[in-house]
């Protein structure tokens, strides 16, 4: 029988593959074409990746209580839910 630690280390891995590493090195990649698509200014793109940040470094005090609170297994399932939320809010189009 294998260590289970190693499993749960890839799984952690994924998920904070998932919700970091696209929008923290997705946006480089995509910033270009969508300045062009939406005629923004590179301030207000760069605004926006700022603010992104700042969510994501603000809510690590929120975090850190829902596991004390609750545990990783739901601060994660919470977490995840609103990824999949967001990210639909911003597949839809609303022109």
Do not use: C, H
């Not at 998932?18 to 200014?41: D, H």
């Not at 929120?62 to 545990?71: D, E, S």
Request: proline share 2%; aromatic share 12%.
């Amino acid at each position: 029988m294998s260590f289970l630690g190693w499993r749960v280390l890839g799984a952690l891995w994924l998920v904070a593959f998932i919700a970091q590493g696209f929008p923290n090195y997705g946006a480089a990649v995509i910033n270009a074409a969508m300045a062009a698509e939406w005629e923004l200014e590179r301030s207000t793109l760069g605004l926006g990746f700022t603010l992104f940040m700042l969510a994501q470094g603000g809510s690590a005090p929120l975090a850190a209580w829902m596991i004390k609170r609750w545990g990783v297994r739901a601060t994660l399932a919470v977490g995840g839910l609103g990824i999949i939320v967001a990210a639909s809010g911003l597949a839809l189009d609303s022109r």
